[in-house]
């Protein structure tokens, strides 16, 4: 069996899918994003708030990964890393990020696109204090993105880093840094069996978001 037959075979959408109404949505995003988060959790999605974060190298080419949304509040939609890792470089040399969930269970996803930045030093030294202990001592450790040449060096760093944690629980992480998109487009998509996708996109002018809906 050739890959495309096996592809072909798999089912798509053969699951009963919320329905989405774009005449009953609120006027921003976020406020519908915090929605369709919660009936993500009702409905028991594994890991609602994984996420793709896309951005672009120093050469133009894009770059993705998955990672946990922080927060949505009034400043953006927010994520964590080390500034010196290659996302933390890239969006350094190109300020804009897009953001994508993908809620299976459901068959919704959502879209975002803007501009990112570092948040201020406190924000990101108090998520970092509220890591759990493995998460701190690993990103203490961490080179993020070096080529690790001796795996050995690995098991050195952390405990290194674990000792520093045990010694001082509120031991800082310099390159640890809070990072948020401020949106330009937010995209929700609800999927459909009939192929009849359901897409509503709010688009920023301005201070004014305006909405409209998109072919599926």
């Given at each position: 069996m050739s890959i495309r037959d096996l592809l072909r075979g798999l089912p798509v959408f053969a699951r009963p899918l919320p329905r989405f109404a774009p005449a009953d949505t609120p006027g921003s995003p976020d406020a519908l994003?915090?929605?369709?988060?919660?009936?993500?959790?009702?409905?028991?999605?594994?890991?609602?708030?994984?996420?793709?974060?896309?951005?672009?190298?120093?050469?133009?080419?894009?770059?993705?990964?998955?990672?946990?949304?922080?927060?949505?509040?009034?400043?953006?939609?927010?994520?964590?890393?080390?500034?010196?890792?290659?996302?933390?470089?890239?969006?350094?040399?190109?300020?804009?990020?897009a953001l994508g969930f993908y809620w299976?269970?459901?068959?919704?996803?959502?879209?975002v696109r803007g501009t990112?930045?570092?948040?201020?030093?406190?924000?990101?030294?108090?998520?970092?204090?509220?890591r759990p202990v493995s998460s701190r001592v690993a990103s203490l450790a961490s080179e993020q993105s070096a080529v690790l040449a001796d795996p050995p060096d690995l098991e050195r760093a952390l405990a290194t880093a674990e000792a520093a944690v045990a010694a001082d629980p509120d031991t800082?992480?310099?390159?640890?840094?809070?990072?948020?998109?401020?949106?330009?487009?937010?995209?929700?998509?609800?999927?459909?069996?009939?192929r009849r996708h359901v897409r509503l996109r709010y688009r920023r002018s301005g201070d004014t978001w305006h909405k409209e809906l998109l072919w599926p």
């Open positions: 994003f915090v929605s369709w988060l919660a009936e993500a959790v009702d409905a028991g999605v594994v890991e609602p708030h994984a996420m793709t974060l896309s951005t672009v190298d120093g050469d133009g080419l894009p770059d993705t990964r998955v990672l946990l949304l922080k927060e949505v509040d009034d400043r953006g939609w927010q994520f964590a890393t080390s500034a010196g890792s290659a996302k933390g470089r890239q969006v350094a040399g190109t300020a804009a990020a299976r269970e459901q068959g919704r996803q959502v879209r990112v930045a570092a948040l201020d030093p406190q924000t990101s030294a108090a998520d970092f204090r509220a800082p992480c310099a390159d640890h840094t809070v990072y948020a998109v401020t949106p330009t487009s937010v995209e929700f998509w609800q999927g459909d069996a009939d």
